[in-house]
């Protein structure tokens, strides 16, 4: 059985980047473990490939949620990446802090040291940022954060009338004030996508102390007693065990980190009882508080000529090839949602924006042949900060049964209004002048659908997930915390969560960017307790406990390590 000082479960933002830091010094061993394959793909390293990953059948969990009540009883897609990056290697790219607001929130539930004064120092550390205020970018991090390198003509109009409906222009929404609109700040170098396995990979893959080891699918977390002992690894045919000296550090996200708990014993005692799985600990907030952002389209369709589906007519799509080929600009460059705004749904410009609106010159349209790109174009708008509550929990302890996930979408009246209301923001912005030379008609909700009755029934026909899933495993006091404010499960030892799911609400935008900064503060409170523990009298080393049934697989596998 190999041992190394920390194993980390899931090699996406949270466990690439804690990869990096803990195996930088040189004095600790790190065994990083991801399910899926090696970010080998070009549809991840060319940005206009994203639309092809949500739903690769080797590069994504291709999860849904179970049918919402709310939703006409639709099942909700909720792609995350499988493969080195996770979903930073399969989303849009799309750097967006959220506001100092939600984590003095956090502070205030209890969680000490996750204000925004405390934070923003792990935000500037990863962060490689050529605009903005030294006081808030960071210079010089792994990641690069990039303006957005194609303008097309109907995203400047689309700017406009939002300033014209009352959204003033901010070019740093991730700066000193959030409110307002412009384009998107990108994970992106010279027009490529920058993952996170991209960032903390590519140079620490070759320290000797880090053995990276993609397509093994942890089975279960091996405890003595309540002692975090090691994991049971699916690679290569076979099952492998592996121990750690030092700590365990879950990564796997708000929708796997879950489920991998329970399946382990470690949950609510029923759900545990019901799957036949001997309880190790008993933790009723496993897998609760599970929030996401849901969203809402209105579309149009256009005469301009100036679309997606317009730009990939075969003389244009040349020159967008030779463009990126030559230059790395133009339309492959494109993430999705060139455009980001933050505004308050009660309409003053003022207060604390409550709702994001992003802008895509693209449409798409449901035909007889499936859902086909049309000459439109679409804005998305989702308020910031949901009443919803739902959960994630465990199918069975089969390992590759998918999660059971629900969301309890609209489940408040106050969720309802806001949903109308971010349809009728972005109807203010399409009636503006700016934009209306590029308009034919509304696609969707439809110019017959005014009243709010109606709206409500086209939200409940049409919205989706953004893809923000958090919460699962929330930080904080009370019954249904899981994990404490350095981030250690409560009632074990050598394990912490460090991923989206501990995040006790959700931020006030796209994710990605605060998972990196959980991930770079976690990574801190590892490190201080390892040095701590140097000075300390070494303890005597025990083996995983294993259950009934189960031996211990001998054999050496084969790892993708400088080690070997």
Known sequence: MRQFDYIIVGAGTAGCLLANRLS???????????????????????????????DHQQLSWCLHSEPEPELNNRTIAQPRGKVLGGSSAINGMMYVR??????????????????????????????????????WHGRGGELPVSPVRYR???????????????????????????????????????????????????????????TVVSGATVLRLLFRQRRAQGVEVRLNGGLEQFSFNREILLCAGALHSPPLLQR?????????????????????????????HLGIEVRHTTRAGLTLRDEFRPR???????????????????NGALVSGFTHLGGDVSARPDCQMVFSPAATDAGADGINIISGITSMAYPLRPDARGSVELRSAAPDDTPVIRHNFLHSELDKRNMIAAVRLQRSVFAQAAIAPYLDSELSPGAQRHSDADI????????????????????????????????????????????GSVMPTLVSGNTNAAITMIAEKGADMVLTAAAKESQAPLRVRVEPQVSAGVSPIKRRTKLTSSEE
Request: with cysteine.
């Open 316 to 334: 244009r799509l040349i020159v967008h090839l030779l463009n990126y080929l030559f230059r790395r600009r133009g339309l492959l460059t494109f």
């Open 264 to 292: 382990s014993g470690v949950g609510p005692a029923v759900l545990l009882q019901a799957h036949g799985i001997d309880i190790i600990h008993e933790l009723a907030g496993v897998g609760k508080n599970l929030q996401e």
């Open 152 to 210: 097309p003509a109907l995203a400047d109009a689309f700017i406009a009338a939002a300033q014209q409906a009352g959204i003033p222009r901010n070019p740093d929404i991730n700066g000193a004030d959030q409110r307002g609109i412009d384009y998107t700040a990108l994970y992106q170098k010279n027009g490529s996508r920058f993952s996170a396995a991209r960032a903390f990979l590519a140079t620490a893959k070759s320290r000797r102390n880090l």
């Open 24 to 54: 930088a010094c040189g004095r600790h061993t790190v065994l990083l473990l991801e399910a899926g394959p090696e970010d080998k793909s070009p549809l991840i390293k060319v940005p206009i490939g994203f639309g092809a990953l949500f």
């Open 456 to 499: 409500l029934a086209y939200i409940r026909e049409a919205a989706l997930g953004c893809y923000h899933p958090v919460g699962s495993c929330r930080m904080g006091q009370g019954p249904d915390a899981v994990v404490d404010e350095q981030l250690r499960v409560y009632g074990l030892h050598g394990i912490r969560v460090i991923d």
């Open 98 to 135: 959220g506001q100092a607001e939600d984590y003095n929130h956090w502070a205030s539930l209890g969680n000490s040291g996750w204000s925004y004064q405390d934070i923003l120092p792990y935000f500037l550390r990863s962060e490689d940022s050529g605009d903005g205020d030294d006081c």
